[in-house]
């Protein structure tokens, strides 16, 4: 039909198409969000880990820790910070972060770079490249223009899923592998469709009328209207006609989707992103969370941790022992309670020490000694208390 140049079509389709965007589900979009919640619940230090005599972690006095106890860049804290870091990872599979620093000359050769901020990178193009002179560069692009053209070892890259591309995390072409997932949003979507047009149309249509004896277009016409009068005026639900007719009642039932074949869909639109159903619903025991938390967070909170240290220190800061540590004491791969009981088990032999333990816990170090029992003393003085409590006790027996 044309009118004014302009096409109507009388009859919309049976269902609509759910589109490529998967941001367009609230189930996916859920998903995301419970696992970038769960990050940026998380606290990053920058720390010095001793190995030798024994293990000690101190928390470094640095420009690095400074800018993460505060702002981290002027429109993010820690958490809003951690939150997009874990939003890009998951959704792009690559997260690529700016490190802001200012060079100082310490002298003799020798520069040192404070950290002034960390800028979350939002891009739609990205190349990676080695230059003729051997230095590997990152090329940024944004709605066809390059805004950025840097070192790439200056670039934090986080990568998730990382094996299909040789650079970059996701598939082949560095980006999340949709179209499975596609597949069954838009089976659900065609679900979420029907069910209420099939309760409107099993409440709307009760059947056919077949008039006999009205022969006349005109009359037929006239009868329909007069039809149509009587059931919107009808208060009992019953239509009478002067005509001779034929009523055949239509069945038309609401349709009823199978609560597995629900489940299935739904569990193959969160298994991605590592979210189950008790996860996603908010509902989850114990051991669900253990799960989820390995199987969606942990890693992310690994890349994260690696590809930080990697950049932020120098080979010499990093074979001191400087390096980046994720503390998570508001997720808990385990339950508190569980570590809890671990640490417990593990006191009467000093298997922990305490850096360890609070670790445990999910707690930054804060540099006390460990303490073990025999009314816990420091376990590095443990011995020589022993041997003077023998020295006193073999006295004692001499002298009686």
Known sequence: YSSGGRYRFLDDPLFT????????SDIVKTAIHRVCEEVSKCNIKSVTEKTSPVRKITVNDDSINEVLSGWVNPFSTLRDFLYKVAYLTVVNKNCFIYWHFKEIDLGGGKVKRKTLGFYPIETDKVRIYITSTGEHRIEFEKKGTVIYDLPYHDIIHIRHSFGANALLGGGKNGT?????????????HIIQESVPKALEASLSIKGVLSMKTVADADKKVITRDELENHIFTSKLGIVATDYESEFSPVNINAVDIPQNSLEFIRDEILSPFGVSMPVYLGKYTDDEFSSFYQTAIEGILIAISQAFKVVLFTPRELSFGNTIKVYDKLVQSLSFKQRKEIVIETMPAALLNRDEQREMLGFEPDGEPTRVSLNYIEANIATQYQLQLKDINNKKTEEQ
Not at 17 to 24: Q, R, T, V, Y
Not at 176 to 188: F, I, Q, Y
């Open 17 to 24: 198409s759910f589109g490529k965007d998967i941001m367009a």
């Open 176 to 188: 999340l592998e949709a179209s499975g997932l596609l597949k069954n949003l838009h089976t659900m």
